[in-house]
């Protein structure tokens, strides 16, 4: 394979992976919805660090666990903002707007 | 469902996550490899855009472009580094010892 057959393959991976980072951006809202009406807090280190400890469990190489850290470390922080916004007590006025959509 | 079932689907998402950044980085370390024996350089910005380009046309939410953009310029990042190990031309003593392991 060339670095053209290669490239190829990684937008076929690139594909997969939104995909997937979709998904899990989906799940991470539904928390933040079911957070919104508990006193449980957005910044969860506990539960950060229990992912952290999971993927280093199934990493299987090449990506150090290191690097693989270093990639997770900006996804909680995206999935941590995404949550935020759903996590927000929603005014009477927007919940209206939301029925009104649907 | 309640936080703990989305977790556990959050948990199962990232092992399939972690499989593919792992197929990802052995791809990209191909293509550090075949750069070895060129003047391609590591860092190509035209390439790069394309990835980013190639994310958000694929990208059918609820994560916000600039929020995988986000995530994007941390992949590229951790790829650009496995990638410039591969692309340094390996001394004749380590080529030997590579050699032995096979």
């Known amino acids: 394979m060339d ?6 393959k990684i937008d076929e991976l690139d594909c997969r992976l939104v ?10 809202k539904e928390i933040g919805k079911l957070k919104r009406n508990t006193n449980l807090p957005i910044y969860e280190p506990l ?9 280093r469990k199934v ?6 666990d290191k690097e693989l850290q270093h990639v997770y470390e900006r996804i909680i922080d995206v999935m941590r903002n995404i949550q935020k916004i759903e996590a927000v007590p929603k005014k009477e006025s927007e919940v209206e707007v939301d029925k009104q959509k649907s």
């Open 47 to 55: 539960r950060e660090n229990t992912i952290f400890e999971n993927v």
């Open 19 to 28: 995909e997937l980072l979709n998904e899990r951006a989906s799940a991470a």
């Open 59 to 64: 990493n299987r190489g090449p990506l150090p």
């Open 3 to 8: 670095i053209a057959d290669w490239r190829k």
